[in-house]
């Protein structure tokens, strides 16, 4: 089975500074893709930024971009110029390319803090 | 249009009663999943439906829990004779068809207390 795990419970970060939440997983599949979830107060989960396991190029989406290690089963996500708004829970989730129902596995959250 | 939606937004419940929460996918989504939430900790997936298939039920924690979906739409979670431990936010998404690389799309949840 796939774990994912997020060593950093709460992070805090100065407006307009970069800021990068940890992430590790452990799989014995090659085949996978990751993704980092935003939880605001409102509870709804928000998609950041997406991952394909077979692609060497980080992902980016505008301030938001990924450092992922393969070998090393890390996957950081680094905010830029972080702002107000993006203080929330962050959850890292891993997702099969094997598995029929492709469910996603996630990590315990990381609570991120920006102060102004 | 409309995102995916559930409730009730949240509901308290008595130890030992039966509590049904209700999902609503987005128009046209065919796959359907139910993650829980317990307090501090990220989501541990439920079950799964895919259109007509017989639903995953691997990760539901206990016989206490159960799901249907009808019409390939709307989806119940039933959990009966609660327990303090069933207290969390219970979590619904869909996503247009199976795909490892499609998002899935999440309601706002429910969160169930228990007494």
């Known amino acids: 089975a796939q774990t994912v795990t997020q060593s950093q419970p709460e992070m805090s970060v100065q407006e307009a500074e970069t800021v990068t939440l940890s992430c590790t997983y452990d799989?014995?599949?090659?085949?996978?893709?990751l993704f980092w979830y935003k939880q605001p107060p409102s509870r709804q989960m928000i998609l950041v930024i997406r991952?394909?396991?077979?692609?060497?190029q980080n992902a980016t989406e505008n301030r938001f971009s990924v450092n992922f290690q393969k070998a090393a089963k890390s996957f950081s996500l680094k905010i830029s110029d972080s702002q107000l708004g993006d203080a929330a829970m962050y959850f890292c989730?891993?997702?099969?390319?094997?598995?029929?129902?492709?469910?996603?596995?996630f990590g315990g959250g990381t609570r991120l803090m920006v102060k102004p | 249009g409309a995102g995916v939606s559930q409730s009730p937004s949240n509901k308290v419940t008595e130890k030992g009663k039966d509590v049904e929460l209700r999902c609503d996918p987005i128009?046209?989504?065919?796959?359907l999943y139910w993650y829980r939430q317990s307090l501090g900790q990220g989501l541990e997936f439920l079950i799964y439906?895919?259109?007509?298939?017989?639903?995953?039920k691997s990760g539901l924690p206990s016989d206490r829990f159960s799901a249907e979906r009808t019409g390939g739409s709307v989806s119940t979670l039933t959990i009966q004779r609660t327990q303090q431990e069933d207290s969390a936010v219970y979590l619904c998404?869909?996503?247009?068809?199976?795909?490892?690389?499609?998002?899935?799309?999440f309601g706002p949840g429910t969160r169930l207390t228990v007494l």
């Open positions: 991952q394909e396991a077979y692609k060497q």
């Open positions: 439906f895919q259109g007509n298939s017989a639903p995953d």
């Open positions: 989730a891993y997702r099969s390319a094997n598995n029929a129902g492709n469910m996603l596995t």
């Open positions: 128009s046209g989504h065919t796959a």
């Open positions: 998404a869909s996503t247009p068809y199976v795909s490892s690389y499609n998002e899935q799309f």
């Open positions: 799989t014995s599949e090659s085949d996978y893709y």
